[in-house]
């Protein structure tokens, strides 16, 4: 049986690693992508979005446009340094043929989900605007979905944007609060165990010439590695951020996990911050006991997560 899945993506190369991933698994049914800004604007979002499903064959998958801005705070910027100016590590891809649906993504969601009564995961690998919003238009979403699986946030570990916090959560702290506040299953896939998953140097050049797939995440992954070699020489690789949210999908075994109520702060010098009360029920009388569990994944079986990804992703195209 096959677990149906929407991916809210802002790609990106970890992002379309991710998006390849849960289209060569067969255990995943990809309904759909939305977009949101973060690697890159909304706009480059959708089109590489449309670059993916082509590439792959797929033109089918619908694409739709969603957020170009959080729900309250500014938009700063993109991680073009990161991800490249073309959000694929400056490879210049074709221009795709395709289109987005002519409706936002916001309401895409609602409508694939009510559809769907609960067999549908939603899969968020950027900000979470989109699901914010989706949930303002259709509070009934918490009880349509199968799940909600989201890369993001840090409960255990410092962040990645700035002490506190973690990119995707900081660029929409409050669509972020709404999100893990709301009555909905909800696991966390966070700095906890994506900065524990590792793909080094050597296994990405193992996979290179195993598919026209593999080729392609090759050539994009450069721009990526090279970044992280600057900002951490000592990692030779780089973190395996969304394709872990894949891997959590297709075998939540993989993980460890830890259940508590999470807030997110959304102003100050922590805005950004994931805060978990682990002590709820025993030593904190005055938690957040209104508030629903997140599944917070703290460890991960690297190896198996990584012979998950490389069986997967090196199955013919």
Known sequence: MTTKIVIDTDPG??????????LKAPEIELMGLTTIYGNVHTTLATQNALRLVEFAGRPDIPVAHGADLP?????KSVAAEVHGDDGFGNTNQPTPQGRPLAKPAAQYIVETVMANPTEITLVCLGPLT???????LEPRLVDAVAGVVLMGGAATVGGNINPAAEANVHKDPHAADVVFTADWPLTMVGLDVTHKAIMHSDFLADLKNATATTQFLDSISHFYMDFYRRVQPAL????MHDPSTIAYVINPS???TRPAPVRVITDGIAAGMTLPDFHQGWASPNGWTDIPLTN???DVDVAGLLNLYQ???TRPD
Do not use: E, Q, R, S
Not at 236 to 239: E, N, V
């Open 130 to 136: 989109n699901l914010a919003l989706a949930l303002a």
């Open 236 to 239: 030779d690789g780089m973190p």
């Open 13 to 22: 190369i970890d992002d379309a690693m991710a998006i390849l991933f849960a």
């Open 254 to 256: 993989l993980f460890i």
């Open 296 to 298: 917070i994944c703290v």
């Open 311 to 313: 069986k997967t992703i």
């Open 71 to 75: 729900l309250i705070v500014p938009l």
